[in-house]
């Protein structure tokens, strides 16, 4: 660069009209053709690795190539988190049921213990119940035997002769 820029200097300096502003701004131009030479050679991140030293890269070039790189990651990750969202889809429609199984499951064991407990409740009030009405009427039938038992007592009972000798032998009795 400086080896271009001295060819130059003595031929604009050599011309007596021109100003030093002049000379500086040739100096600008031949600067900015050379970064374009170096431009055209950084195309990507990994060409500016390359490089020993970033002196002679334009500035606007490394923050063009970094926003494109950005901008490259951040489609990719976009586009891996639509393909999850696409799965994530894919399997709440195939299944839908599958989220409400094991609830479920769940549920119908919970209500067949509470269905059984409460029938076993049920079941041994009833057989108390039960009990109870037996006891009763067992006592009503005690009490209606001792009746009976009392009035027989009171009542001298009869044995005639006369059954004895209309009756029928026992051994008849049992096969004819």
């Not at 431009?39 to 494109?68: F, H, M």
Request: charged share 30%; proline share 3%.
């Amino acid at each position: 660069m400086r080896h271009v820029i001295s060819k130059i200097s003595p031929l604009v300096g050599a011309r007596t009209q021109c100003s030093q502003k002049t000379v500086v701004l040739a100096n600008r131009v031949l600067r900015r053709s050379i970064y374009t030479k170096e431009k055209q050679n950084v195309r990507s991140l990994e060409d500016l690795a390359k490089l020993q030293s970033l002196d002679g890269v334009d500035p606007e070039l490394i923050k063009k190539l970094i926003n494109e790189r950005t901008s490259e990651l951040n489609i990719k990750d976009e586009l891996e988190m639509l393909k999850n969202f696409n799965k994530e889809d894919a399997l709440s429609r195939e299944s839908p049921l599958k989220r409400f199984t094991r609830p479920l499951w769940i549920f119908m064991l919970m209500s067949s213990t509470v269905y059984l407990f409460a029938h076993f409740i049920w079941w041994d009030l009833e057989y108390d119940e039960r009990d109870i009405e037996l006891a009763t009427q067992v006592e009503k039938l005690e009490e209606e035997l001792q009746t009976i038992i009392k009035n027989k007592s009171s009542i001298p009972l009869k044995r005639s002769n006369d059954n004895k000798t209309n009756s029928v032998s026992w051994y008849k009795r049992w096969f004819w």
